[in-house]
T-cell receptor, first 114, second 110 residues
């Protein structure tokens, strides 16, 4: 069973506010990912990390930033939320090993910026 | 540029019958393919995977077929159950990243 947690599950916030979406995993996985998904669309990779102090931008440009100070923690921050940031944000981590291609996902954060 | 495509946004199947979900990919060098299942308001959960050295992988009611020459994979669910109703995402794992399709919403009618 996956042990990866995202908080909050739902967030409604006003334009211009700073927000941090939390993601934690207790499996000791090095690789972690943030995806953004709109209804009926594919999951877009916005950030990923190979381990502590490693962060990279994904294929979809995002105004958010991430940090990886600890293996288990991979928070995503928006300095100034806008309505265009309204979406579902999904965090994932990957089982170590080249032959293990499974990723575990958190339950997601549904963000609404009004 | 979308690397994984699921051209059917939805599929409706009667309970007990076969569900076939399809996926096409663009890069013949992709090695690992996965299917995920997602319920509303939850994160995707891993279902089944296949590597490019195989053309079929089976796990209970779920079978994934890979056609490398056509760059196509499919997921078969037999028999389909109402609890299978969810959105199914096809994905590839390449260079330490996962690329997902847009999903197919499966509705299994009792």
């Amino acid at each position: 069973e996956a042990d990866i947690y995202q908080t909050p599950r739902y967030l409604v916030i006003g334009t211009g506010k700073k927000i941090t979406l939390e993601c934690s995993q207790t499996m000791g996985h090095d690789k972690m990912y943030w995806y953004q998904q709109d209804p009926g669309m594919e999951l877009h990779l916005i950030h990923y990390s190979y381990g502590v102090n490693s962060t990279e931008k994904g294929d979809l440009s995002s105004e958010s930033t991430v940090s990886r100070i600890r293996t288990e923690h991979f928070p995503l921050t928006l300095e100034s939320a806008r309505p265009s940031h309204t979406s579902q944000y999904l965090c994932a981590s990957k089982v170590p090993g080249l032959l293990n291609t499974e990723a575990f996902f958190g339950q997601g954060t549904r963000l609404t910026v009004v | 540029d979308q690397q994984v495509k699921q051209n059917s946004p939805s599929l409706s199947v009667q309970e007990g019958r076969i569900s076939i979900l399809n996926c096409d990919y663009t890069n013949s060098m992709f090695d690992y393919f996965l299917w995920y299942k997602k319920y509303p308001a939850e994160g995707p959960t891993f279902l089944i995977s296949i590597s490019s050295i195989k053309d079929k992988n089976e796990d209970g009611r779920f079978t994934v077929f890979l056609n490398k020459s056509a760059k196509h994979l499919s997921l078969h669910i037999v028999p389909s159950q109402p609890g299978d109703s969810a959105v199914y995402f096809c994905a590839v794992y390449n260079f330490n990243k996962f690329y997902f399709g847009s999903g197919t919403k499966l509705n299994v009618k009792p």
